[in-house]
């Protein structure tokens, strides 16, 4: 079954014209509105804090279950967890083993999650005196990326006196979306950031490929 559609509204269409003139454009700026919409609901309602709450929870018990693994590697056998990890290993596979070789791996997987939990709760915590602003955040990395798509500039103009396309569209979006706080300083400073979390993505891949062995000749 194919998946509908978002609509934009007549507004948002015309804003997003006003960019670039092109139906698949303006379908990719639909598709942002309506993440932003849903990102903007959540950030408001009380699902968020349900959503904060279930993060805290699963970097708590993964941190305990890493830990758990750490005394289960170790070689001395001297732990419980040692023994506890062969029982397991024995009833699985038939051999301690191979229990062992897989545990290393889900350790290493959930060092990663622990992390990512912990910068999620970090994201997800109100700042005093103000509401979250995820949904400003996704919504500049989404118009960066559909910028970039489409060979377009984001500070280029739309009309004497106007901010930038991409500027002038975050505030369309949000707008859309019914969030009628949200500034063109706000939009400014939101994709400031994500080009500085771009450009960071983009170092750290960089010296990944650097690191990685050249094939002989």
């Not at 941190?63 to 056998?77: H, S």
């Not at 290993?89 to 545990?103: F, N, W």
């Not at 994201?123 to 996704?138: F, S």
Request: hydrophobic share 40%; glycine share 6%; charged share 25%.
């Amino acid at each position: 079954m194919t998946p509908r559609r978002k609509k934009p509204s007549k507004s948002l269409e015309k804003a997003a014209r006003s960019v670039k003139d092109a139906d698949d454009f303006v379908q990719h700026i639909a598709n942002i509105a309506d993440r932003y919409r849903r990102e903007h609901a959540l950030d408001l309602g009380p699902r968020a804090r349900a959503v904060r709450q279930s993060l805290r929870a699963f970097h708590k018990h993964a941190a305990a279950l890493a830990g758990w693994l750490r005394q289960a590697q170790k070689q001395n056998g001297e732990v419980a967890e040692h023994d506890a990890l062969n029982k397991i290993g024995t009833t699985l596979y038939g051999s301690p083993v191979l229990a062992h070789a897989e545990s290393k791996n889900v350790l290493a997987w959930l060092a990663q999650a622990e992390q990512a939990a912990e910068r999620c709760v970090a994201d997800a915590k109100p700042a005093a005196g103000k509401r979250e602003r995820n949904a400003p955040r996704l919504a500049a990395e989404g118009l960066r990326a559909t910028f970039e798509h489409h060979k377009l500039k984001l500070s280029a103009p739309v009309a004497k006196g106007k901010p930038g396309a991409a500027v002038f569209l975050l505030c369309a979006i949000a707008s859309n979306a019914g969030d009628a706080s949200f500034t063109v300083e706000d939009a400014k400073k939101s994709l400031l950031e994500s080009g500085r979390q771009a450009a960071t993505a983009s170092a750290a891949a960089a010296a990944d490929q650097r690191s990685q062995p050249r094939p002989m000749r």
